[in-house]
Each structure stands twice: as structure tokens, then as C-alpha cells.
């Protein structure tokens, strides 16, 4: 057994079904309800949770919940669930626990996170949908779920474009929820781009004299690949490559001379990317533990930068 600082693990939550008699209500709140369009409270319980918590959508007489909206005031709002609705919804979809255990993460930090379309909207804590535009758009996945970045990427420049940020939540095995926010960057440096006739700082100096890499042999030589395109395109941006095999990536890229300053960023190709999320957290976790972003470069029409970073709810 391995020696060094003893700390107890933190306590996971089990997140049990069944209202809670600590901290209710003093007489106890009905069950949620069949509706049309989800499940169903009313008055005066659905105001509190609306005005208050801008949980549910208004509808005469109350508000209707999502099945994670309901499992959440299940947990934290002292609401009933009829015998058997768990049951009934893992059965109708296997994935409805992670759903509403992400849902759970993101809401119970504080903010009000409210389902729309196919995605959470995400309003600060002292907001309110009814008052104020979401400052996110949220998805959540699985581990093993696979990485489609060109979808990835479209959701971010759409998000952008409506001036909000994007997240996911990811739910792994144990029911634990790791957040990632997703960003478009445009990744510049202030050195002076190569040459194919002039290029002082490509290659590595080793016994008295310069070794190039086979990219940047092949881009000299006008080799044309995706690999060559891309290396052209990060050096007309006056930055400079270097390898990343050290930080499981393609490159280190840096902004400054290599004995200036640290590559902030670790680049993969999109053709080399992970395929899952599970991937994409040891990547993450890697670049972001020697302080570097770690980016994926993908190709629609032209070079796309999209940053992958940590994100702590209610942070």
C-alpha cells in the first residue's frame, strides 16, 4: 500500500428514492401527476417551485416537470413520486438515471437550469428565465458515448452566435458527473511565420547541426496532406509547433519561442482525436494539469480550433 497523505475519500451520493422527513414541509406535498406534456403539480406548490426555482413550465392551474425536473424536486423540493414511476421510466429508457443525475449536478449547484428543445438552459442564480436571457446552453452524455466533434462544433458556433456558453455533463459508471465547457478559439502567436527558403526556428539542434521533423520536412518540400495544411496554417498565425508526444497529443503549439515562454496550447487533429468521452477526460485532465488548453483543430470549411476545459458548476 502506497504511503503519503491520508484523507478520507469523499462521501458519494446515493441519491435514494423516497421524501425525505428532514427539512419538509409540515403537511405533505402531493405526488406529481400524468399530463400531456409531462408531469404535472399544482397550485399553490407550483408557484413556490416556479417564482422561487424556476422549475417547470406554467400551465392553468400549475406548472408541468420534465422526468428530470421531477426527480429533482423528488430529491430536493420533499415531492411524492407515484409507486412504480422509477420503475416505469428505466424501463421506457435505460438511461433516464444518468440523465437525472446530470440534471441534479447542474441544477443543485445553485444556478437555474430549465429543459428546452433537446438541451438545459442555464440562468445565474440571481435570474430568472422570466427576467433575463441563460448565460449556457447545456448536453450531457455518457463515457462510452461517441465524440461526434463536427456536431460539437456546430453547436458551439450557434451558441456563440446566440451569445451563450456551452457545456456538457458527463455521467460515468458510478454516477459521478464531470463537466467540460467547450469554446471556438482563434489561437494566434507573435512570431515571425516560416519560409520554405527561411526557417531559423523549425527543427531540434543535436549534434551540431539541425534535425526537421517529417512535417516539417514535408511542408518544405510542398507536400500536400492535412497534417502539411494545418502546420501552414498555425504558422501563418505566427505560432510554432513542436511534438506532444510527452502530453499524449500531436503538438505543443506556442505562441513565443520555445525558451520564452510554455506552449498554452496541446493541439490534436480531428483524425486523431478520441472517439469517446472517456478519452477526451484523460486529455483534458493531462493538458489541464501542466497548464496548457488542449484543442481540437477540425476541418469545415477551413481550420477550426475547438477548446476543451474543465468546468465546476456553480464556479
Not at 433575463?132 to 461526434?148: C, F, K, S
Not at 478520441?274 to 469545415?300: H, M, Q, T
Request: include cysteine; proline fraction near 7%.
Amino acid at each position: 500500500m502506497a504511503d503519503g497523505r491520508k484523507s478520507k475519500p469523499r462521501v458519494r451520493p446515493t441519491r435514494p428514492i423516497g421524501v425525505s422527513n428532514a427539512g419538509g414541509p409540515v403537511r405533505e406535498n402531493p405526488p406529481i401527476e400524468p399530463h400531456n406534456d409531462g408531469w404535472f403539480i399544482a397550485t399553490p406548490l407550483s408557484n413556490r417551485l416556479y417564482q422561487k426555482s424556476a422549475i417547470g413550465k406554467p400551465v392553468d392551474g400549475g406548472i408541468v416537470l420534465t422526468e428530470e425536473e421531477a426527480m429533482f424536486c423528488h430529491w430536493h423540493r420533499h415531492v411524492p413520486l407515484p409507486d412504480g414511476w422509477v420503475d416505469e421510466r428505466l424501463e421506457e429508457n435505460p438511461n433516464f438515471a444518468h440523465k437525472s443525475v446530470a440534471f441534479d449536478v447542474v441544477r443543485n449547484a445553485g444556478d437555474k437550469v430549465v429543459p428546452v428543445g433537446e438541451e438545459w438552459l442555464r440562468w445565474a442564480r440571481e435570474s430568472h428565465p422570466s427576467r433575463g436571457q441563460p448565460l449556457a446552453a447545456i448536453h450531457w452524455a455518457r463515457t462510452q458515448d461517441e465524440l461526434d466533434l463536427e456536431s460539437l462544433l456546430e453547436w458551439s458556433k450557434n451558441l456563440y452566435e446566440r451569445g451563450l456558453l456551452g457545456e456538457i455533463a458527463i455521467v460515468d459508471d458510478e454516477m459521478d458527473v464531470t463537466m467540460y465547457r467547450l469554446s471556438i478559439i482563434d489561437p494566434r502567436g507573435n512570431l515571425k511565420p516560416a519560409t520554405r527558403d527561411n526557417y531559423p526556428l523549425l527543427g531540434i539542434e543535436h549534434l551540431s547541426r539541425k534535425f526537421l521533423r517529417k512535417e516539417e520536412n514535408d511542408w518544405i518540400n510542398g507536400v500536400q496532406t492535412s497534417v502539411t495544411d494545418l502546420f501552414d496554417e498555425l504558422n501563418s498565425r505566427g505560432l510554432l509547433l513542436r511534438p506532444g508526444f510527452k502530453y499524449g497529443c500531436r503538438w505543443r503549439v506556442y505562441s513565443t519561442p520555445v525558451d520564452v515562454d510554455h506552449a498554452p496550447w496541446l493541439m490534436q487533429m480531428e483524425e486523431d482525436a478520441p472517439k469517446n468521452w472517456e478519452g477526451v477526460c484523460l486529455s483534458v485532465r493531462l493538458a489541464e494539469g501542466v497548464n496548457k488548453g488542449w484543442v481540437v483543430a477540425i476541418f469545415k470549411g477551413g481550420w477550426n480550433f475547438l477548446l476543451f476545459s474543465r468546468h465546476l458548476p456553480g464556479r
